[in-house]
Nanobody, 127 residues
Framework: QVQLVESGGGLVQAGGSLRLSCAAS????????MGWFRQAPGKEREFVAAISWGGGSTYYTDSVKGRFTISRDNAKNTVYLQMNSLKPEDTAVYYC????????????????????WGQGTQVTVSS
């Protein structure tokens, strides 16, 4: 069992930055690949970024490439999402999620493969 708690969301002006954190419980954190997803009002939840268990593989949706960076600190059981140059269209509830193993895009980019989810943190970008 893995419990995930996100933090770091908030209100920011366009062009600003935020860093989201996701703290995981359990001693098996290192064996999980981690992902960030988001859901805007009236839209389906979508993939944002993912990182393999060792951090050697990372993936991003096209709309955030060059602006967002996913990283993890296995000693702290925490995964991060650094978000720079934020745009109003980034406004959404952001969720972190964990899935056992995997390092390929086919696995990490698939929402249905994630077993554990956090409660979400709101990110609002004003224009």
């Amino acid at each position: 069992q893995v419990q995930l708690v996100e933090s770091g969301g908030g209100l920011v002006q366009a062009g600003g930055s935020l860093r989201l954190s996701c703290a995981a419980s359990g001693r098996t954190f290192i064996s999980y690949a981690m992902g960030w997803f988001r859901q805007a009002p009236g839209k389906e939840r979508e993939f944002v970024a993912a990182i393999s268990w060792g951090g050697g593989s990372t993936y991003y949706t096209d709309s955030v490439k060059g602006r967002f960076t996913i990283s993890r600190d296995n000693a702290k059981n925490t995964v991060y999402l650094q978000m720079n140059s934020l745009k109003p269209e980034d406004t959404a509830v952001y969720y972190c999620a964990a899935r056992p193993g995997g390092s390929s895009w086919r696995l990490l980019g698939n929402l249905s493969g994630y077993d554990y989810w956090g409660q979400g943190t709101q990110v609002t970008v004003s224009s």
